[in-house]
């Protein structure tokens, strides 16, 4: 999964959950740590869900539409 504009990190929180219980793995790229966006109601970056870390790392050199 790619969002290929920033969300919210509230908008996505319930989605962050049930990724990470499905043994998946969730990071928001433009952030210094994959999940250390803000739990504001700013956007501040796409996310992108996998269930491996390589095909985490290639959904996160995806281009933002910003």
């Given at each position: 999964?790619?969002?290929?504009?920033?969300?919210?990190?509230?908008?996505?929180?319930?989605?962050?959950?049930?990724?990470?219980?499905?043994?998946?793995?969730?990071?928001?790229?433009?952030?210094?740590?994959?999940?250390?966006?803000?739990?504001?109601?700013?956007?501040?970056?796409?996310?992108?869900?996998?269930?491996?870390?390589?095909?985490?790392a290639?959904?996160?050199?995806?281009?933002s539409?910003?």
């Amino acid at each position: 999964m790619a969002s290929l504009g920033p969300c919210r990190s509230v908008d996505v929180a319930a989605a962050q959950l049930i990724v990470r219980e499905a043994g998946g793995l969730v990071a928001f790229p433009a952030c210094a740590a994959p999940l250390a966006a803000p739990l504001d109601l700013v956007p501040h970056s796409p996310i992108v869900a996998a269930l491996s870390a390589g095909a985490l790392a290639e959904l996160s050199t995806l281009p933002s539409s910003t």
